[in-house]
């Protein structure tokens, strides 16, 4: 069956752009991940939703990020005014619930110049 | 807040045995997990265990659980080349998982 798929697989922009990262989880899971992971280190908790809000946003480092899940299933992490420091791999898990074992996406490799 | 260390690298041959390691402090954990990440790759779930429970074994996996001392462990029996990758431990906390730093298996023939 189809896994957690991530689009883009690279995103290339400019310091001070806004951009925007799309998950589509497995079928039927109801819990959807953001991580971030950055060169040589393991992945961040940013944000997690269990249907179509957010239960635990504690990770995201600021308000320049924002995700939503408007119907449950697909997921957008938006960030504005892009930061170099916001170049990491941003990776995506799915559960089939709340505590589920997660399934990861290939991730989208963000690159800010 | 939880905090999970690994030693970052390890290097066996062929055919060995290998044990990658891994502590937490945060006991409330109800799983811990073992992933596998390929250069360029996600994540790939190997196994997971239950928090009372002391080992589990599946395939060539065997995963340790010492809770006293708040220790985990991943063998990999009969390491082949095509296990080379960073093995990531983690916990949950919540939902949200928190991940150590990675283990980089080098496999040499």
């Known amino acids: 069956g189809a896994g957690v798929s991530q689009t883009p697989s690279n995103k290339v922009t400019e310091k001070g752009k806004y951009v925007e990262l799309r998950c589509d989880p497995i079928s039927g899971h109801t819990a959807l991940y953001w991580y971030r992971q950055s060169l040589g280190q393991g992945p961040e908790f940013l944000i997690y939703?269990?249907?179509?809000?957010?239960?635990?946003d504690s990770g995201l480092p600021n308000d320049r990020f924002f995700a939503v899940r408007p119907e449950g299933s697909v997921s957008t992490l938006k960030i504005q005014r892009t930061e170099r420091g916001d170049s990491a791999v941003y990776l995506c898990a799915s559960s089939p619930g709340a505590g589920g074992e997660q399934y990861f996406g290939p991730g989208t490799r963000l690159t800010v110049t | 807040g939880e905090d999970v260390e690994q030693s970052l690298f390890l290097s066996v041959r062929e055919g060995d045995s290998s044990v990658i390691n891994c502590t937490y402090t945060d006991s409330s954990s109800t799983y811990l997990y073992w992933y596998k990440q390929e250069p360029g790759a996600g994540l790939q779930l190997l196994t997971y265990i239950f928090s009372n429970m002391d080992m589990k074994q599946d395939q060539r996996l065997t995963v340790l659980l010492n809770k006293k001392d708040k220790h985990l462990s991943l063998r990999i029996a009969d390491t082949q080349t095509g296990d080379s990758a960073i093995y990531f431990c983690?916990?949950?906390?919540?939902?949200?998982?928190?991940f150590g730093q990675g283990t980089e298996l080098s496999v040499k023939p």
């Open positions: 983690a916990g949950d906390q919540g939902g949200k998982l928190i």
């Open positions: 939703f269990q249907g179509t809000g957010a239960a635990d």
